[in-house]
Nanobody
Framework: QVQLVESGGGLVQAGGSLRLSCVASGITFSLYTMGWYRQAPGKQRELVAVVSRGGTTNYADSVKGRFTISRDNAKNTVYLQMNSLKPEDTAVYYC????????WGQGTQVTVSS
């Protein structure tokens, strides 16, 4: 059974930082492109950042220079370091694993107060 379990969300003031973690089980983690997506109320889910199995990263323009995605294949974990948070970063953040199939975590809430 595949599971992606996110943690690290919470309430933070604008300008603050949070680190999200996603632990995967039931997949060969090193084969998967791992990503973080987010969905704000009334909006579509959008890509935040992805890291390929080779370590190549891509970011949404809105988070470039503020967020950093990384992976630890030994721990089956992908991270999202979020700095200089803004109220518009408020959303549910979802972990994604993509290879032959596409898997999603349950999401973790990030709320940034102004």
């Amino acid at each position: 059974q595949v599971q992606l379990v996110e943690s690290g969300g919470g309430l933070v003031q604008a300008g603050g930082s949070l680190r999200l973690s996603c632990v995967a089980s039931g997949i060969t983690f090193s084969l998967y492109t791992m990503g973080w997506y987010r969905q704000a109320p009334g909006k579509q889910r959008e890509l935040v950042a992805v890291v390929s199995r080779g370590g190549t990263t891509n970011y949404a323009d809105s988070v470039k220079g503020r967020f950093t995605i990384s992976r630890d294949n030994a721990k089956n974990t992908v991270y999202l370091q979020m700095n200089s948070l803004k109220p518009e970063d408020t959303a549910v953040y979802y972990c994604n694993a993509q290879f032959s199939y596409n898997y999603w975590g349950q999401g973790t809430q990030v709320t940034v107060s102004s």
